[in-house]
C-alpha cells in the first residue's frame, strides 16, 4: 500500500462523515427548491422579484460587510498592541480577548439590549451629561446590530491575526527603517502584505459568522431590520413554507460562497505574497 493510498484510507471515514453529515443535507436543501411552484426555477424567482425579500438581502450583505470592515480595523490595532507586548502582559491580554466568548451569544445580546435601551447606560449617561433632551431610540436599528456584531466578532479577528503578526519577523521592519522608510511606508510594504493570510481568515469568518448571524438581529433589530436568518427562522418555523425556507437557505448559502472567493482573489491580486 503506497502513502498515498494509505491517506485516503486514514481518511476516508472523516470524508465520509462529512458528506453524510453536511453534503447531503445542503444537496437536500438546494434540491427542495427546484421541486416547488411551477416551475425549477419558480422559488428563485419569486425571491428576487420581490421588492421585501430583496431589501432584506441587500441589509444582511450591508450589515456583514460593515461589520467585516470595523472588526478588521479594531481586530488589527488589537492584535498588533497584543503581538508586540511583552510575554506576560500578552497571556492576560488574549485572555481579556477571549474572554467576551465565553458568554453566550444570546446573553450577550441581551447585555446591549440593557446598554442601548431608552433607559440604559447610554441614554442616563447622555441624559445625564445634558447632552441630550430625551432618550434616544438605538433599539431595533441597524446601528445597533452593527454595533452587537463587530462586539461579538472583534474576538476572533484579533486570535486570528496575533498568530500571523507575531511571525513577521522585527528584523524587515528594522531592515526597511534602515533603508529610509518611513514607518507608514514600512507597515504598508512589509507587515501588510505579510497579515494577508490573517487577514483573509479573519474577514471570511467575521463576514460568514455575521451574514448567517440569527439571535443578534432577532433580538436588536426585530421586525424593522429583519435580516435572512431570521427571515429563514420565520419562513420554516412561523409559516411552515419549507420551500421558501429552503430557497432563502439556497440564497444564503450561494452569497457566502461567492463573497468569500472574491474575497480571497482580490486579496491575491493585491497581494501576491499571500497567493
Given at each position: 500500500m503506497t502513502a498515498r493510498t494509505l491517506a485516503w484510507a486514514l481518511a476516508m471515514p472523516a470524508l465520509l462523515l462529512v458528506l453524510l453529515g453536511l453534503g447531503l443535507p445542503v444537496l437536500a436543501t438546494f434540491a427542495t427548491?427546484?421541486?416547488?411552484?411551477?416551475?425549477?426555477?419558480?422559488?428563485?424567482?419569486?425571491?428576487?422579484?420581490?421588492?421585501?425579500?430583496?431589501?432584506?438581502?441587500?441589509?444582511?450583505?450591508?450589515?456583514?460587510?460593515?461589520?467585516?470592515?470595523?472588526?478588521?480595523?479594531?481586530?488589527?490595532?488589537?492584535?498588533?498592541?497584543?503581538?508586540?507586548s511583552p510575554a506576560r502582559l500578552k497571556s492576560w491580554l488574549i485572555i481579556a480577548a477571549v474572554f467576551p466568548l465565553l458568554t453566550g451569544v444570546v446573553v450577550r445580546s441581551f447585555a446591549w439590549l440593557v446598554i442601548l435601551g431608552r433607559g440604559g447606560i447610554v441614554n442616563e449617561t447622555l441624559l445625564a451629561l445634558g447632552a441630550i433632551a430625551e432618550p434616544l431610540s438605538m433599539l431595533y436599528t441597524q446601528g445597533s446590530v452593527i454595533v452587537a456584531m463587530v462586539y461579538l466578532f472583534v474576538p476572533l479577528m484579533i486570535l486570528t491575526l496575533v498568530g500571523v503578526l507575531e511571525s513577521i519577523p522585527e528584523d524587515l521592519t528594522d531592515a526597511a527603517a534602515s533603508l529610509g522608510a518611513r514607518p507608514g511606508a514600512a507597515f504598508r510594504q512589509v507587515v501588510l502584505p505579510m497579515a494577508v493570510p490573517g487577514l483573509i481568515v479573519g474577514s471570511v469568518l467575521v463576514f460568514t459568522g455575521s451574514f448567517t448571524s440569527y439571535a443578534t438581529p432577532q433580538l436588536l433589530g426585530g421586525e424593522q431590520q429583519m435580516m435572512m436568518g431570521t427571515f429563514l427562522y420565520q419562513r420554516a418555523m412561523v409559516t411552515f413554507d419549507w420551500t421558501g425556507a429552503s430557497t432563502i437557505a439556497a440564497v444564503m448559502v450561494v452569497v457566502t460562497l461567492a463573497t468569500v472567493l472574491a474575497m480571497s482573489r482580490l486579496a491575491q491580486r493585491l497581494n501576491p505574497v499571500a497567493s
Open positions: 427548491t427546484f421541486t416547488g411552484g411551477e416551475g425549477p426555477l419558480a422559488a428563485y424567482a419569486e425571491f428576487f422579484t420581490s421588492r421585501f425579500r430583496r431589501v432584506v438581502l441587500w441589509r444582511t450583505f450591508e450589515v456583514a460587510a460593515v461589520t467585516t470592515l470595523i472588526s478588521l480595523v479594531f481586530g488589527f490595532a488589537a492584535a498588533w498592541v497584543v503581538a508586540k
